[in-house]
């Protein structure tokens, strides 16, 4: 039993040792469930991120979800994904590891990919019914050959195999800090603080859509979570969607 001294994130926490995907098993249950009730396993079967891209779940990582229902209009839900990646970026301070934060899901570290967040929903222009925030942290696992150039783990970073339970105890902490936060409504703090930790900011950057490919130089984050490109005519313009790539000629 573990004990977590949190107001909403982790007052539940139910524990698997093994599912297709914690964020589909959330989605079953959050009609029912408390907000704050927490899903992790030891192992990902189905495991997926962004766009329905495979993630590698095996034994040693941190892989799970939390359910949500904050009284907020749905016109906020994309910053729950950036007070996520703080909380991330947070917890791996704890543990001597410098996280950088790429827009808008992935933490980097040493310019590899240490953690992705997906956020999925139930909710409409009236209200929120659930959120699932799923995050996926490399802590002890062994990354499959093909992503050892692109992805890392905490354990490849510190040469040592760190405490799993104590890195999931510190991030629920951490997330349940930034959740009271914007509860409150302080999303321009939670902002702020992204951008200190953010990988991209004022660097040239090219944006992936579905339709397009964008470049220019990240200079800002608006209120709504959309990233601000300077082109290279002098204007900006707003991105809401898509992914960064930093290196490219």
Same mark, same amino acid.
């Given at each position: 039993?573990?004990?977590?001294?949190?107001?909403?994130?982790?007052?539940?926490?139910?524990?698997?040792?093994?599912?297709?995907?914690?964020?589909?098993?959330?989605?079953?249950?959050?009609?029912?469930?408390?907000?704050?009730?927490?899903?992790?396993?030891?192992?990902?079967?189905?495991?997926?991120?962004?766009?329905?891209?495979?993630?590698?779940?095996?034994?040693?990582?941190?892989?799970?979800?939390?359910?949500? $229902?904050?009284?907020?209009?749905?016109?906020?839900?994309?910053?729950?994904?950036?007070?996520?990646?703080?909380?991330?970026?947070?917890?791996?301070?704890?543990?001597?590891?410098?996280?950088?934060?790429?827009?808008?899901?992935?933490?980097?570290?040493?310019?590899?990919?240490?953690?992705?967040?997906?956020?999925?929903?139930?909710?409409?222009?009236?209200?929120?019914?659930?959120?699932?925030?799923?995050?996926?942290?490399?802590?002890?696992?062994?990354?499959?050959?093909?992503?050892?150039?692109?992805?890392?783990?905490?354990?490849?970073?510190?040469?040592?195999?760190?405490?799993?339970?104590?890195?999931? $105890?510190?991030?629920?902490?951490?997330?349940?800090?930034?959740?009271?936060?914007?509860?409150?409504?302080?999303?321009?703090?939670?902002?702020?603080?992204?951008?200190?930790?953010?990988?991209?900011?004022?660097?040239?950057?090219?944006?992936?859509?579905?339709?397009?490919?964008?470049?220019?130089?990240?200079?800002?984050?608006?209120?709504?979570?959309?990233?601000?490109? $300077?082109?290279?005519?002098?204007?900006?313009?707003?991105?809401?969607?898509?992914?960064?790539?930093?290196?490219?000629?």
């Amino acid at each position: 039993m573990l004990n977590l001294d949190t107001k909403i994130i982790g007052k539940k926490i139910i524990y698997l040792q093994e599912i297709d995907s914690t964020n589909e098993f959330a989605k079953e249950i959050a009609p029912q469930e408390k907000e704050g009730t927490v899903i992790v396993a030891d192992v990902q079967t189905r495991g997926r991120g962004r766009k329905l891209r495979a993630w590698s779940s095996p034994k040693g990582g941190l892989w799970m979800s939390i359910i949500l $229902k904050p009284n907020v209009h749905p016109k906020h839900i994309t910053k729950l994904v950036f007070l996520s990646a703080l909380a991330v970026v947070e917890t791996l301070e704890e543990f001597g590891v410098e996280g950088k934060i790429k827009w808008p899901n992935d933490v980097l570290v040493y310019g590899k990919k240490i953690c992705g967040i997906l956020s999925e929903g139930k909710y409409s222009e009236s209200g929120i019914e659930y959120v699932i925030l799923g995050l996926g942290i490399n802590v002890n696992n062994e990354l499959p050959e093909e992503l050892k150039d692109a992805a890392t783990s905490m354990q490849e970073v510190l040469g040592v195999k760190v405490p799993l339970v104590e890195v999931f $105890k510190k991030l629920l902490a951490k997330l349940d800090k930034w959740y009271l936060e914007y509860l409150k409504g302080n999303y321009r703090e939670i902002l702020e603080k992204w951008k200190m930790h953010s990988a991209i900011m004022g660097k040239r950057v090219k944006i992936i859509t579905d339709k397009s490919e964008i470049i220019g130089v990240a200079i800002d984050i608006d209120e709504d979570g959309a990233l601000v490109l $300077k082109q290279n005519d002098g204007g900006s313009k707003k991105i809401y969607y898509g992914d960064v790539s930093l290196r490219f000629s």
